[in-house]
C-alpha cells in the first residue's frame, strides 16, 4: 500500500520523505535510494515521467541520450571505483545528496546530442 503514494511524487526528495514516513520496508527502500548517486537518481526519476506518451523509437532515443551522458558522467566511474576497482563500497557522490543536484544538472542529460543522436524517431517518421 505505500509504493503507490511514495513515488507518485515528482520530486526524489520528497519520495524518500514519504518512504521514511511510511517506515518499514518503504524505509529500506529510501535507504537503497540514498546510497545510490543522487545524480543518477534524479536523472532516472526525470526519465521515466518524461517517456509518458512518447513512442518507442522516441523513448528509445531519449535513453540513448541520457545513457551516454552517464556514461561520461564523474558518478560512474566513481561507481566503479567503489564496486570494483578499490572495492571500499563507499562512493564519493558529487553532489552528494539530492538537494544538491540542480535541475539544470539534469535538464543537461536530455539535452540533444547533435549528429551523435540515435535517431530512431526520424528514422521511424521517414518509413511511415
Known sequence: G???PAYAYDD????????????GEAASAAD????????????????LRRVRG????DALDQEYRVGLRCL?????????RAQVVD???????????????QASDVEGYFAPLGERELGLAALGAKTT
Open 72 to 80: 561520461a558522467g564523474p558518478d560512474f566511474r566513481e561507481g566503479i
Open 87 to 101: 572495492k571500499d563500497r563507499n562512493p564519493q557522490w558529487k553532489p552528494a545528496n539530492l538537494a544538491d543536484v
Open 2 to 4: 505505500w509504493i503507490d
Open 54 to 57: 512518447l513512442t518507442l523509437e
Open 32 to 47: 537503497t535510494i540514498e546510497a545510490k548517486s543522487p545524480t543518477s537518481v534524479k536523472v532516472a526519476l526525470e526519465s
Open 12 to 23: 526524489a526528495e520528497e519520495i524518500v520523505r514519504s518512504l521514511r514516513e511510511a517506515g
